[in-house]
Structures are given as structure tokens and as C-alpha cells.
């Protein structure tokens, strides 16, 4: 079992950054791709940004490319997700998840989630 914990969000004014974390624990290591995902109000919950076990591969929803950059460190069973540039339309609960599976990650059936954190840009 895995436990993942978001922080780092937050009211931020449109154009700004923030950069949000995910803490895992339970039985964890560096064999897990991860991910984060968003819920807007009122929208189905959309892929963001995933990250295979070592780093070495990353990938990115078009809405957010160029702006958003997912990290891992790995010793500190950590993952990252720094936002730049913020819009309105950026404004969500953003979920971090695990899975084995970086396919998984990327259609977003992952094993493991997160309880959320809540971003609102203001305009």
C-alpha cells in the first residue's frame, strides 16, 4: 500500500507560480511512475503531467506544455510539480498518483491517489 500526500497549493494572481509536492509512504520505493492530475469544478478529472520511475521520461498535457515541469527525488520518495504562468483555467483540486505501470499513469487508471490540494489562480 501507498500513501500519497499533496501540499503546496494555494491562491496565486494569474501569471504567477507555485509549486506543488507529493510525499509518498507505505511500501515505497523509486518503482513507481507518477503523476499528477486536476479537477476543475463542474469537469472530469484531466491528466496533467507524468514521470517514469527514474525521471528519465516525462510527459505533459498540451494545455500545460512549456509552462509546468514534473520532478522526482527518488531518496526522498518525493515528486514535483512546478507551475509557471498561471491562468484562471488553471484553477483545480490537483491529485498526484502511483503506479507501476507509466501507461497507467498516462491514461490515468493509476493504483494509488492522492487526497488533493486546491490551486486558484485569480484573475
Known amino acids: 500500500q501507498v500513501q500519497l500526500v499533496e501540499s503546496g497549493g494555494g491562491l496565486v494572481q494569474a501569471g504567477g507560480s507555485l509549486r506543488l509536492s507529493c510525499a509518498a509512504s507505505g511500501r515505497t520505493s523509486s518503482s513507481y511512475a507518477m503523476g499528477w492530475f486536476r479537477q476543475a469544478p463542474g469537469k472530469e478529472r484531466e491528466f496533467v503531467a507524468a514521470i517514469s520511475r527514474n525521471g528519465g521520461s516525462t510527459y505533459y498535457a498540451d494545455s500545460v506544455k512549456g509552462r509546468f515541469t514534473i520532478s522526482r527525488d527518488n531518496p526522498k520518495i518525493t515528486v514535483y510539480l512546478e507551475m509557471n504562468s498561471l491562468t484562471p483555467e488553471d484553477t483545480a483540486v490537483y491529485y498526484c498518483?502511483?503506479?507501476?505501470?507509466?501507461?497507467?499513469?498516462?491514461?490515468?487508471?493509476?493504483?494509488?491517489w492522492g487526497q488533493g490540494t486546491q490551486v486558484t489562480v485569480s484573475s
Open positions: 498518483a502511483a503506479d507501476v505501470l507509466i501507461s497507467s499513469v498516462r491514461g490515468g487508471t493509476c493504483d494509488y
